[in-house]
């Protein structure tokens, strides 16, 4: 199994920006293609950016692209979400999930672990 950890979250203003972390313990985090999702009230969990093991590779989210960048440290067991020029539609608890086989999807359910999530608030 995989434990995952996110910190970085919180209140910040529009055009502000953010970095969220996900930390990984148990099996080899290299081996694991990592995804950020998040969700807003009354919203499904939806696709916000993903990374490759390797970190050669990313996708995101059309409403994020060229604001948002994803990246990992794989001697730190950490995938990061850079997230700058935030708006308020951002707002939403961000969950890190890690996904043990196959390529990289954009469905929440794919997903084998997850974090418990932290909260980002952008105020307008």
């Known amino acids: 199994q995989v434990q995952l950890v996110e910190t970085g979250g919180g209140l910040v203003q529009a055009g502000g920006s953010l970095r969220l972390s996900c930390a990984a313990s148990?099996?080899?985090?290299?081996?694991?293609?990592m995804g950020w999702f998040r969700k807003a009230p009354g919203k499904e969990r939806e696709f916000v950016a993903a990374?490759?093991?390797?970190?050669?590779?990313?996708y995101y989210a059309d409403s994020v692209k060229g604001r948002f960048t994803i990246s990992r440290d794989n001697a730190k067991n950490t995938v990061y979400l850079q997230m700058n020029s935030l708006k308020p539609e951002d707002t939403a608890v961000h969950y890190c999930?890690?996904?043990?086989?196959?390529?990289?999807?954009?469905?929440?359910?794919?997903?084998?672990?997850w974090g418990q999530g932290t909260q980002v608030t952008v105020s307008s």
């Open positions: 148990g099996r080899t985090f290299s081996n694991y293609l």
């Open positions: 990374i490759s093991r390797s970190g050669g590779r990313t």
């Open positions: 999930g890690a996904k043990e086989t196959g390529y990289y999807s954009r469905s929440a359910t794919l997903y084998d672990y």
